[in-house]
């Protein structure tokens, strides 16, 4: 059964602690992307991803990295740089970047300690 | 449970009825436009998109109409029931760019 996989489902981070959280996909697709959902706000793109070896800066990109060392998997990386990480972070993934819908995990909810 | 749903705009129907959610639309260059549905604690779940080139696209129990001069869209679900419960939001593609979100709208149904 194909689709996307996030975990931890929760999270906690220390201050001045690193976290990663991890997104696999089965779908064989090329394309995959991080968002942050705060309440009330719609979905905003932190880092995204084309093909594998290669991604690119969203919008809300400070504070966070990322690696595409495998067409599957997409780790994001939430560093002690971001100060207001608490959130809901979704992961997806699209067949090719732009023009195709995006299908989505079932998240990872950070909180701090 | 997730909190993704506070402060949204809430359409609340009877069960049985028919629901109507709308979505303006920012950017007249968009040329795709996709519906979600998204449960609490869950990521959102693909529903039904629609291309430039059409006005009108219909999948099971839901329809979704495109309105380009005034940039609108919405999305129709016929016979609603408890399970359709959910915020539902949009999201326009414009040509080799990404996908923009809207905010959302939660649908409450009452039996």
């Known amino acids: 059964d194909g689709g996307i996989t996030q975990s931890p489902k929760y999270l906690f981070r220390k201050e001045g602690q690193n976290v990663t959280l991890s997104c696999e996909q089965n779908?064989?697709?090329?394309?995959m992307y991080w968002y942050r959902q705060d309440p009330g706000q719609g979905l905003r793109l932190i880092y995204y991803?084309?093909?594998?070896?290669?991604?690119q800066k969203g919008d809300i990109a400070e504070g966070y990295s990322v690696s595409r060392e495998k067409k599957e998997s997409f780790p994001l990386t939430v560093t002690s740089a971001q100060k207001n990480p608490t959130a809901f972070y979704l992961c997806?993934?699209?067949?090719?970047?732009?023009?195709?819908?995006?299908?989505f995990g079932d998240g990872t909810r950070l909180s701090i300690l | 449970g997730e909190s993704v749903g506070l402060h949204l705009p809430t359409l609340s129907v009877q069960e049985g009825d028919n629901s109507i959610i709308n979505c303006a639309y920012s950017?007249?260059?968009?040329?795709?436009f996709i519906w979600y549905k998204q449960e609490s604690g869950k990521g959102p779940q693909f529903i039904i998109d629609?291309?430039?080139?059409?006005d009108k696209r219909q999948g099971q129990r839901v329809t979704v109409l495109l309105n380009k001069t005034v940039k609108h869209l919405s999305l129709q679900i016929a016979a609603t029931q408890p399970g359709d419960s959910a915020v539902y939001f949009c999201?326009?593609?414009?040509?080799?760019?990404?996908?923009?979100f809207g905010t959302g709208t939660r649908l409450q149904v009452f039996p």
């Open positions: 779908l064989n697709h090329d394309a």
């Open positions: 629609i291309r430039s080139n059409m």
């Open positions: 999201a326009e593609n414009i040509p080799t760019d990404k996908l923009i």
């Open positions: 950017n007249s260059a968009s040329d795709y």
């Open positions: 997806a993934s699209s067949i090719t970047f732009s023009n195709q819908p995006q299908h």
């Open positions: 991803s084309q093909i594998v070896n290669d991604f």
